[in-house]
């Protein structure tokens, strides 16, 4: 019977239990609203409409919007939107709420 190393081990351990994730390049954690939360921050004039921070999502990031979420990132608001390019690719657009200026894409 052979042995299995101490790192690989170690290493199914760490794949068999959850572990947060944590980002290190922005400290500040995301939480996103709910439809509900989402109508009433654009009904209230705090966020841009989500079919124009859409608009924003595709100019940065060209594909088709598979999603779309409202999020609080400390005080501010960011749209996360999700989008998949004609070859397959995913990718991860976070906006400014209210200007709609690219933030990060992943």
């Known amino acids: 019977m052979s042995m299995m190393p101490v790192e690989s081990i170690f ?16 400290p500040t954690p995301i939480s996103c609203l709910s439809a509900d939360e989402m109508r009433d ?33 400390g005080e501010d608001f960011v749209y996360v939107v999700t989008t998949l390019k004609r070859d397959g690719r995913v990718a991860r657009v976070t906006l400014e709420g209210q200007s709609g200026k690219v933030a990060t894409i992943r």
């Open 41 to 73: 921050a654009v009904a209230e004039g705090r966020v841009m409409q989500p079919a124009q921070a859409s608009r924003h999502a595709r100019h940065a990031a060209p594909g088709e919007v598979v999603r779309i979420r409202l999020c609080r990132q």
């Open 11 to 26: 290493a199914l351990t760490l794949l068999a239990s959850p572990l947060p994730i944590v980002r290190i390049d922005d």
